[in-house]
């Protein structure tokens, strides 16, 4: 089944990216297009549900997404390389435009002068601003105004769409677009990456559970596996997960918090994980690593795979307290909840400043973002069981009170 990528960008290039990706086989392309940049954390948020990975046309809007800690699924963005430099020089050279004294935004100062000395042009009066997090639109236009006015540049060349339209009637502007084989090739790895994270996450994983008594806590525990508890008629308790969340969760396989707690509380405790492709293969491993776990000693825990890898995890310390969900549990709780880890980590700063409860107010003003994001990202958190509705906010405000959420994080 073919992944579905969303491209970001303004229009016009994501109709560009769209039609190069009809070339590339086992993806869907959606276009997320924008009027400008600063829309792009929006468009992203909006839109994760939708997709399975995102291509941004450049690394402005892929910065300000990712730093916004709105990207969960795998994203890369197209460069700018050298080769869509070296076309718009011949293109200006045509017209018969003075490319020895060019203004360049975005790209690297290494590229450019790498780009101009192949083709033999003098480097010493071009003025290049490369891309760093937080450069705005307007600061690339006035980098640009500043390059004509004290290096007599002649011809700007932009890689930001909203940078160009300010300047066109200014001066002399031309706005980079990628080339086919940079969307092309980004693709391309980025298909291969989203297939491969799929395939790996999404195989089957099934625990098996021997405890000498009852535990009434032994379902909160199963939560940091972000799966599901059952018990069976000879008297195991069957878990229910995918081999992502297990990584994440025994950080690659090299411990079980899960074992810990429960040998606080038992005398014995025996854990089996199988991990497949299908339920029947995990099923199997289960069993094989179970048997396993109670001959290594006492308490253990074993992860089977195929190719007879079986992975032993012995507990951790018997006078260890059962760990809290804190900051090592964010990636687990980003994957469950369908939101980043950097987004889950500012939360829990504003959770730390207003523990009497939060709306989305205040997380919308926190994150930056519109609140239409921010009560979707509530109400994420509310189906994850991290976030309950504890009330409402009058304080003289009319209309609809704010709902205030409980956040544990």
């Given at each position: 089944m073919p992944v579905t990528i969303g491209v970001v960008g303004p229009e016009d290039l994501v109709h560009r990216a769209i039609a190069v990706g009809a070339e590339v086989g086992g993806a869907t392309l959606t276009g997320l297009a924008y009027r400008h940049e600063s829309e792009a954390v929006e468009v992203v948020a909006e839109a994760q549900e939708d997709v399975d990975a995102l291509l941004f046309t450049g690394v402005v809007p892929y910065?300000?997404?990712?730093?916004?800690?709105?990207?969960?699924?795998?994203a890369m963005y197209v460069s700018y390389d050298g080769a869509t430099l070296l076309r718009a020089l011949v293109e200006l050279l045509r017209l018969g435009h003075d490319v020895t004294r060019i203004s360049v935004d975005t790209l690297r100062r290494t590229e450019v002068m790498e780009t101009l000395t192949e083709a033999k042009l003098p480097t010493d009066q071009v003025q290049v601003l490369p891309y760093k997090s937080g450069l705005t639109s307007e600061d690339i236009a006035a980098f640009h105004r500043t390059a004509r006015e004290r290096h007599d540049t002649r011809v700007a060349i932009t890689c930001l769409g909203s940078a160009y339209h300010v300047l066109e009637p200014e001066m002399h502007t031309v706005r980079l677009a990628p080339s086919r084989f940079s969307i092309r090739s980004t693709l391309q790895a980025l298909v291969l990456t989203t297939v491969g994270q799929q395939v790996g996450d999404a195989q089957v994983a099934l625990g098996l559970i021997e405890l000498p008594g009852p535990d009434d806590t032994l379902a909160a525990d199963v939560v940091t596996l972000g799966g599901s508890l059952a018990p069976l008629p000879d008297g195991r308790h069957l878990v229910v997960t995918t081999r992502g969340l297990l990584e994440q969760a025994t950080e690659q396989f090299t411990r079980l918090p899960l074992l810990d707690r429960l040998a606080t509380r038992h005398p014995s405790v025996h854990i089996g994980f199988g991990v497949g492709r299908t339920a029947a293969e995990a099923e199997s491993l289960a069993k094989r690593?179970?048997?396993?776990?109670?001959?290594?000693?006492?308490?253990?825990?074993?992860?089977a795979m195929a190719d007879d890898v079986d992975i032993v995890i012995e507990p951790g310390g018997g006078d260890e307290p059962p760990a809290e969900r804190g900051a090592e549990s964010l990636p687990l709780l980003a994957r469950r909840v369908g939101l980043n880890a950097q987004t889950l980590a500012r939360l829990r700063e504003l959770v730390t400043d207003r523990p009497d409860?939060?709306?989305?107010?205040?997380?919308?003003?926190?994150?930056?973002?519109?609140?239409?994001?921010?009560?979707?990202?509530?109400?994420?958190?509310?189906?994850?069981?991290?976030?309950?509705?504890?009330?409402s906010q009058q304080q003289g405000r009319t209309g609809r009170p704010p709902t205030v959420y409980r956040v544990r994080l």
């Open positions: 910065t300000t997404a990712t730093a916004a800690g709105v990207v969960t699924h795998p690593a179970i048997g396993r776990a109670s001959s290594v000693g006492t308490s253990a825990g074993v992860v409860g939060l709306t989305a107010h205040d997380v919308a003003e926190h994150l930056v973002v519109q609140q239409r994001t921010a009560r979707r990202v509530l109400k994420r958190l509310e189906r994850a069981g991290i976030a309950a509705p504890i009330g």
